[in-house]
Nanobody, 117 residues
Framework: QVQLVESGGGLVQAGGSLRLSCAAS????????MGWSRQAPGKQRELVAI?????????NYADSVKGRFTISRDNAKNTVYLQMSSLKPEDTDVYYC?????????WGQGTQVTVTS
């Protein structure tokens, strides 16, 4: 069983920055994938950024956040971060940390990010 706890959401003006953190209960170096998704009410959940270890490992971003968001990890702290810069009102969403471990998907409880114009 993996538990994921997000933190770092909040209210920010357009053009500002926030850093989200996701602390995992297990060793993230053993996870197949770990990343961030977001979802607004009534909309589908969107993958924002993700680390994968399949095929040698890769990082992927949604086109809507490329060049503005950066995902990083600290294996010693079992924590993944999402640095968000140049935020836009359309980035307003609940952001969820997600992980894939032993063919099971795990999700955090979500953290609200609100960007005002």
């Amino acid at each position: 069983q993996v538990q994921l706890v997000e933190s770092g959401g909040g209210l920010v003006q357009a053009g500002g920055s926030l850093r989200l953190s996701c602390a995992a209960s297990g060793s993230i170096s053993s996870f197949n994938a770990m990343g961030w998704s977001r979802q607004a009410p009534g909309k589908q959940r969107e993958l924002v950024a993700i680390f994968t270890t399949i095929g040698g490992g890769s990082i992927n971003y949604a086109d809507s956040v490329k060049g503005r968001f950066t995902i990083s990890r600290d294996n010693a702290k079992n924590t993944v971060y999402l640095q968000m810069s140049s935020l836009k009102p359309e980035d307003t969403d609940v952001y969820y940390c997600n992980a894939n471990y032993r063919s099971r998907a795990y999700w955090g409880q979500g953290t609200q990010v609100t960007v005002t114009s």
